[in-house]
């Protein structure tokens, strides 16, 4: 069973920067594409980035672009969203999650992921 353990967030002012980890256990790590999603109450579940599973592809939501990073460590299998200039539209709890196929395609799509993180507050304050 995999099991993947969100860390890194907390509270951090507008302009700031945070360094989300997640680390997966149980599983064949370097096969699958990893994604983190974030949501916040009341709404749904909201795609950030994509990575493919040998790191080479990224795919990020289109308004991300240029102030979060993704990278991943096949070695300890571990994935990193590295998120800069935070704003406070960026306070949600943030997801990572494992893709549903082995060496499938990087996908915006949520249920093309199979295991979920608990999920790490992120709080960006104005």
């Known amino acids: 069973q995999v099991q993947l353990v969100e860390s890194g967030g907390g509270l951090v002012q507008a302009g700031g920067s945070l360094r989300l980890s997640c680390a997966a256990s149980?599983?064949?790590?370097?096969?699958?594409?990893m994604g983190w999603f974030r949501q916040t109450p009341g709404k749904e579940r909201e795609f950030v980035v994509g990575?493919?599973?040998?790191?080479?592809?990224?795919y990020y939501e289109d308004s991300l672009k240029g102030r979060f990073t993704v990278s991943r460590d096949n070695a300890k299998n571990t994935v990193y969203l590295q998120m800069n200039s935070l704003k406070p539209e960026d306070t949600a709890v943030y997801y990572c999650?494992?893709?549903?196929?082995?060496?499938?395609?990087?996908?915006?799509?949520?249920?093309?992921?199979?295991?979920w993180g608990q999920g790490t507050q992120v709080t960006v304050s104005s």
């Open positions: 999650a494992q893709g549903r196929r082995v060496l499938g395609p990087v996908t915006r799509i949520p249920n093309d992921y199979a295991y």
């Open positions: 149980g599983g064949t790590f370097s096969q699958y594409v």
């Open positions: 990575i493919s599973w040998g790191g080479g592809s990224r």
